[in-house]
């Protein structure tokens, strides 16, 4: 049979042709419909050759990203600044697997840059397209932006560090206020033994070294107090170059010779309102630390310069306000932390130095007062690497120069004749309070509390100054009373004292900023320079 020439077989022909043809619509279709969806995806779609060229870059990668497809063709991601340094590594190994045929398919994460330099934390599902023959055609890849869900995450848990650490604030500084309570009674009745004790000198030997145990006992509280934010602060305008230029001088021996010291200081610094003898202490503890990690030696490097918090980055790092800040960065090229103890290093007495060396109390202190004084602080470190501390120190608010940090007073205790009101409820404080200024010539009132120190302030005219704690059981707390005093008695002296200042006291007006505050427990002598202070200050 002839087949070739039979109508059927024309037909049949004409069907092939026909079909190819429908054939060629079918893929043409598909080819449209998916190049539509791969361009409409919400999920940016990225098409690599098989030697990890861009293929094909979507409308939605496009916009994501900010670089157009024409710009990319043809291109190795690492020809542009698209992978962020740090995960170049890991995303090296990734595409080997794919591109080696180990791998089908992954699921990996990194962070990449955008066009204008942002960087977006990624999520990368990768698939590899194999041609017919069994060799790599190609890889495809969906993209989704975890930026929002990873910096909710980080804040999660610095929100949650935060509230960790402001409970054990909270126990410590109760704590540390009883015993601020117990050790004033414990040092100022030793002093007043050792008076007694003048001329028996093995006696008068015993009582120093108990003085000297409660006095260290005394400086734990104040470490504690620093911690749990309710340290007595003197903030003053401060040229922060100025302190660390003295700073460094005073500490540059202390770091050994092995340690270089470089310091970067911007010169339009702006001013910071803070206590200058607390920020020293704070960048001593710091350098200290860094030489700790440097036990053979390295570079410490101390950056100040002003720094700008935006309401974007402060939104999404829950506990820093946005505002102008001078950034303080202390940095070593010391042996760094692993996690475990980097998430650990602002909780009092936490040390990883052995026994003896070190309290553990040297970051609890710095983080204290820096948020205290309304800044912040962040630790970055790389084991093996070093260790960078960044202080965010806030901007003084109101114009005015800087004042050099304020110098004490090293001069005898000073004595007077003039009659003070000492208010204190607990009886054993009361009867230290009391025996004080008589040493030095005063004539002392006491009350129990403010009712009654009103109650002696309307029967007698000769009281010169009122001493009283600013935290007080009853209706009145010390501020009150004071005002009410001032009332009654136009021109009174007041002088406070405290070892459980709470925030109230620094955010008073100007007149109570400037009111002193004696910080519980205070040795004799203390208590006389303060005095004589309040009574010379009020008749300026
Ligand atoms: N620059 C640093 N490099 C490496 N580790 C550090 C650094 N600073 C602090 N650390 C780690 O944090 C821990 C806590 O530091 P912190 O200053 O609070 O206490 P400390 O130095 O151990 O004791 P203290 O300061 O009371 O003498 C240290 O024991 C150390 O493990
Ligand atoms: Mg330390």
């Not at 800040?325 to 042996?335: A, F, Q």
């Not at 820096?370 to 084991?383: A, F, L, M, N, R």
């Not at 004071?482 to 021109?491: D, N, T, V, W, Y």
């Amino acid at each position: 049979m002839d087949t070739d020439s039979s109508p059927a077989n024309e037909r049949g022909a004409e069907s092939t042709g026909t079909r190819a043809s429908a054939a060629a619509d079918l893929l043409r279709d598909a080819h449209q419909r998916l190049a539509f969806h791969v361009n409409n995806s919400p999920i940016p779609v990225i098409e690599w050759n098989s030697e990890f060229r861009l293929a094909r870059w979507s409308r939605r990668a496009e916009e994501l990203f900010g670089w157009r497809q024409e710009e990319l063709l043809g291109r190795h991601p690492s020809d542009w600044k698209f992978v962020h340094e740090e995960d170049a590594e890991s995303v090296n190994a990734v595409m080997q697997r794919l591109l080696s045929g180990a791998e089908p398919r992954s699921v990996s994460r990194n962070r990449n840059y955008t066009k204008d330099g942002r960087v977006l934390h990624t999520e990368w599902y990768n698939s590899v397209l194999l041609r017919r023959d069994g060799g790599l055609d190609s890889i495809l890849s969906l993209v989704l932006d975890v930026t929002a869900r990873v910096e909710a995450d980080d804040a999660r848990k610095i929100l949650a560090q935060s509230q960790k650490l402001d409970a054990i604030g909270q126990l410590t500084a109760g704590i540390a206020h009883d015993f601020n309570n117990l050790l004033t009674v414990i040092l100022g009745n030793l002093q007043l033994l050792e008076r007694q004790a003048a001329g028996h000198a093995a006696m008068a030997k015993r009582l120093r070294t108990a003085a000297n145990a409660a006095l260290r006992g005394s400086d734990l509280i104040k470490r504690l107090l620093a911690f749990s934010r309710r340290q007595v602060l003197s903030p003053a305008r401060v040229d922060v170059a100025a302190l660390v230029r003295e700073s460094v001088e005073l500490f540059r021996r202390t770091l050994g010779e092995d340690i270089s010291v470089r310091t970067t200081l911007a010169d339009d610094l702006w001013v910071v309102e803070i206590d200058a003898h607390e920020l020293e202490t704070a960048l001593l503890n710091l350098a200290i630390n860094a030489r700790d990690a440097m036990p053979g030696g390295g570079v410490l490097a101390i950056e100040v310069r002003n720094h700008v918090i935006g309401q974007e980055y402060a939104d999404r790092h829950g506990d820093v306000p946005a505002g102008d800040y001078v950034l303080m960065i202390v940095s070593d090229t010391g042996h760094g932390m692993p996690e475990s103890v980097r998430a650990r290093v602002f909780e009092p007495f936490f040390t990883t130095k052995p026994d003896g060396r070190g309290t553990g109390l040297g970051l609890s202190m710095v983080y204290g007062f820096i948020k205290q004084s309304g800044g912040h602080i962040e630790v970055y470190t790389e084991e093996g690497h070093g260790t960078s501390i960044k202080l965010y120190l806030p901007r003084a608010t109101h114009a005015g120069a800087a004042h050099p940090p304020p110098q004490a007073a090293a001069s005898a205790a000073p004595r007077g004749s003039e009659t003070v009101l000492v208010v204190e409820d607990n009886a054993d404080l009361r009867d230290i309070a009391a025996r004080f200024p008589e040493q030095f010539g005063y004539t002392v009132v006491t009350a129990v509390d403010a009712a009654e120190a009103l109650a002696i302030l309307a029967t007698r005219d000769d009281v010169d100054l009122l001493f009283t704690d600013i935290v007080m059981p009853g209706e009145m707390n010390g501020d009150e009373l004071a005002a009410k005093a001032g009332a009654l008695r136009p021109g009174i002296a007041v002088l406070y004292t405290s070892g459980h200042p709470k925030g109230a006291l620094r955010t008073g007006d100007a007149a109570r900023c400037d009111t002193p505050v004696l910080l519980k427990p205070y040795r004799a002598a203390e208590l006389a320079r303060a005095v004589r202070a309040a009574l010379e200050g009020e008749r300026r």
